[in-house]
């Protein structure tokens, strides 16, 4: 696979960790909002896998 090509699979894969990042981030403070003590440690630890 040409070297091009590779950058630009790695930044789209980096995308989109971010983006589901984000995405739980957000889910994460709804949850907190709603006092959804399950839904929070469920998000949290699907923070955590990201990091």
């Known amino acids: 696979m040409s070297q091009s ?3 630009t699979l ?3 894969q980096e ?3 971010v983006n589901i990042q ?3 981030e ?3 403070q ?3 909002a709603k006092g959804d003590n399950q839904l929070i440690h ?3 630890a699907e923070i955590q ?3």
């Open 15 to 17: 995308t989109h960790r």
């Open 22 to 24: 984000k995405s739980l």
């Open 30 to 32: 709804v949850a907190k």
């Open 5 to 7: 090509r590779l950058q």
């Open 42 to 44: 469920q998000l949290e």
């Open 26 to 28: 957000h889910r994460l």
């Open 49 to 51: 896998y990201f990091r």
């Open 10 to 12: 790695r930044t789209a």
